[in-house]
């Protein structure tokens, strides 16, 4: 009798330490807001159930999707946690893997270091001096509205020492300072001790286009200043032809790089460079592609899938990758990991290099996602960002553009 009541307690110990153990499970495994389709039903597996709660109509883009409410539940009755479901069309799209050139010219000029000025008097440091520090922008001195590093140069220069209304954004705040720059004998002139940057050129790889629009994704990470490891402000930008002509091997603690140029003229314009990627609209999406569905994150699984990407002067290929990890919950470009398998491509490129970001993922006939970062010290390992992600900051782009469509 004794040892049968013993073997219950423990029975009914291990119960609910498994119980909590699911609940603790689903509290941290199940997002926040999920994506499903419409012939979706509104479930996860057999262990936890989504209870609609109440739903919100709601006009989101052009897709004419609706948000629910829902309480996740255990075994159908225990609740856990609140969530969102994102109920969606199937959007379609045409995955690329195209190289091209991206010109990126900033709103206002970044400031990438200060510098001291030596004078009659000593050493001075007119940036410091008013405040103004490495990753700051310059968009307006003296009321003029600032385009470019030769125009910050000749305003200083003709200052004749007098002080200069300079207006600049830091963090996307707006600040005003009293800038004073001062004579400088060795050069002759007045000078500021600033050094800014005012454009950015690179290629970058083409994650997918619409065909109807010539809405398009890429990189699927922001450009930034390689100084302040800021996003680069996009004043106005375009992306242009280009080719690649060879490839420095990525190895363990060095990242490659695909060796490439400008090739031919542009084809697109740039309207954003955000976390997401680089997005914009092309001149004339080539039609006769193929177009193939977009996955939601919750499609997304581990296992086999393929990347389309151009490592060499025949153009795009696919290659074999394994993807080793989904967060389903993220809100950043690193959404899952990957890891190249591919021989060839191996061998060609030793895993991800620079200019592969962007190359988009397949699995199930599906777009997934596009690779984004190469872990430093193996290659052939990486993250990658959801493909739902960069559609979803495409269509913000484009509404912010040219206006919310019905």
Known sequence: MIKTIKFLRMFLICGIVVLLGFIVFGFFAIPDEISALNSDSLTINAFYSLDPVEEKAQSLEKSGEKVIDVKVRLLKMIPIK????????????????????????????????????????????????????????IISMNSEKVKDHVQVAEIIKNCGGNKIDLVFLRENKTYETNFLPVYSPAQNKYVGGLWVRDSAAGIGTLTFFEKTTGAYGGLGHAVCDVDTGDILPLGEGDVVEAEISGCDKGRSGEAGELCGSFSGGRFGELYANTSSGVFGVLENPETEMKEIPVAVRSEVKTGKAQIISTVDKSGPKLYEIEIERVYPDSSDNRSMIIRITDK?????????????????????????????????????????????KMLETCDEVLNQTFGKVA
């Open 82 to 137: 609140n969530s969102k479901v994102k109920i969606q069309k199937r959007r379609y799209v045409v995955p690329s893997g195209k190289i091209f050139g991206l010109r990126i010219y900033t709103q206002g000029v970044v400031v990438i270091s200060t510098d001291k000025v030596d004078t009659e008097n000593g050493a001075f440091y007119p940036a410091q001096t008013a405040g103004i520090q490495k990753g700051d922008i």
């Open 344 to 388: 060839e491509l191996l061998e060609k490129t030793g895993g991800i290099v620079q200019g592969m970001s962007g190359s988009p993922i397949i699995q199930n006939g599906k777009l997934i996602g596009a690779v984004t970062h190469v872990f430093i010290s193996e290659p052939e390992r990486g993250y990658a960002i959801f493909a739902e």
